[in-house]
C-alpha cells in the first residue's frame, strides 16, 4: 500500500512536468523519468525526504545515508561532491545533482 501511495506522488509530479507545471526541457523530463526507472523506490522515497542542506564530511555521514547516496548515483540525483582539490583517503563526499535538487522540488511540491 506504502509503495502505490508514493507511487502516485511520483505521478502527479510527472503530470506536472508534462502540462509544463514546471519550467524544465525535454532533455531533463527524460532523465528525471530515466532516474525514477532506474531507482528504487525506497531509496526514491528517503532522499526525498532529505534536508537540502550541506552534507557533512565523509566521516561524519551517517553509514545508512553514505549508502543511499551511493545507490542513488546510477539515477544521477547524487554523486560525488566536486572538489578542486584532493579527495581524502578516508572517504568521499557526496552531493546531490542539479537532477536531484529537481527532483526533489517536484516531489516536495506535490507532498505539502
Known sequence: MKHRIFNSQITAALTKLVRKVYEI???VFCRLASAI???FLEDLKEFTKLSNSVDPEPRR???QLRALYIN???TGL???KRTTGITPITGISFEVTELGQIFKKCMNEVLT
Request: charged share 25%.
Open 37 to 39: 526507472d532506474i531507482g
Open 78 to 80: 547524487a554523486g560525488p
Open 25 to 27: 526541457d525535454l532533455v
Open 72 to 74: 542513488l548515483q546510477r
Open 61 to 63: 555521514l551517517d553509514p
